[in-house]
């Protein structure tokens, strides 16, 4: 089944709003996370990742917390604009490594309302 | 850079017939990636290569065949297409495996019927 999943298939918030999409997974051995936002009709794109031995990073406008007790993923985005609205995945590589390696959850629609 | 593309962005499919769907990627990656995205679902690997001339089985291979004969170039093959192949197909492509960052091709809307 999925290793990684969302709490919550859409997210409705209003623009100007802290937005925090939550994802779980499951595999202990899960050493890197990565974050990717994919608007409509495009691929996915990057935005930011975190390692294990990390609590939390932060980018331009959004922070991914890290809970390894809880196998527990967070994506925080400040200020939510309406270009910010996409279905966001989280996805996970486990120690193995390898090109085989990333799990991606089945991710949250974030909406903006003006 | 153009990056990541693929081609064709749509196609239909009668049960049966066969078709190659061709990923390209101007950034000099060794590696490229096959994936599938069903709705509600997040993407699914199909195939990979680590590098020129080779290939390896992801999560849902079956069904799927592929070429790694240029570096640029990854070719994601249907020999017989079912309903059940009908999805969104990405490719995608890093410098190298692990922690590289994957860059995304638009997609590939494919429908079987």
């Known amino acids: 089944g999925e290793s990684v999943g969302l709490h919550l298939p859409t997210l409705s918030v209003q623009e100007g709003d802290n937005s925090i999409i939550n994802c779980a997974y499951s595999?202990?051995?899960?050493?890197?996370f990565i974050w990717y936002k994919q608007e409509s009709g495009k691929g996915p794109q990057f935005i930011i990742d975190i390692r294990s031995n990390m609590d939390k990073r932060q980018g331009q406008r959004v922070t991914v917390l890290l809970n390894k007790t809880v196998k527990h993923l967070s994506l925080q985005i400040a200020a939510t604009q309406p270009g910010d609205s996409a279905v966001y995945f989280c996805?996970?590589?486990?120690?193995?490594?390898?090109?085989?390696?990333?799990?991606f959850g089945k991710g949250t629609h974030l909406i903006i309302q003006p | 850079n153009a990056g990541v593309t693929q081609t064709p962005k749509f196609r239909v499919l009668k049960t049966g017939q066969s078709m190659t769907l061709l990923c390209a990627q101007d950034m000099n990656h060794e590696y490229m990636y096959w994936y599938r995205q069903d709705p509600g679902m997040g993407l699914r690997l199909i195939h990979y290569s680590v590098g020129e001339g080779t290939t390896a089985k992801g999560e849902v291979p079956d069904g799927y065949n592929v070429s790694r004969l240029k570096k640029q170039n990854f070719l994601l093959g249907l020999e017989s297409a079912a309903p059940s192949q009908t999805s969104v197909y990405f490719c995608a492509s890093s410098f190298s495996g692990g922690e590289d960052e994957q860059f995304f091709g638009p997609g590939t809307r494919l429908t079987v019927l």
């Open positions: 996805a996970e590589e486990s120690s193995g490594g390898g090109a085989d390696g990333l799990t």
């Open positions: 595999n202990s051995a899960s050493d890197y």
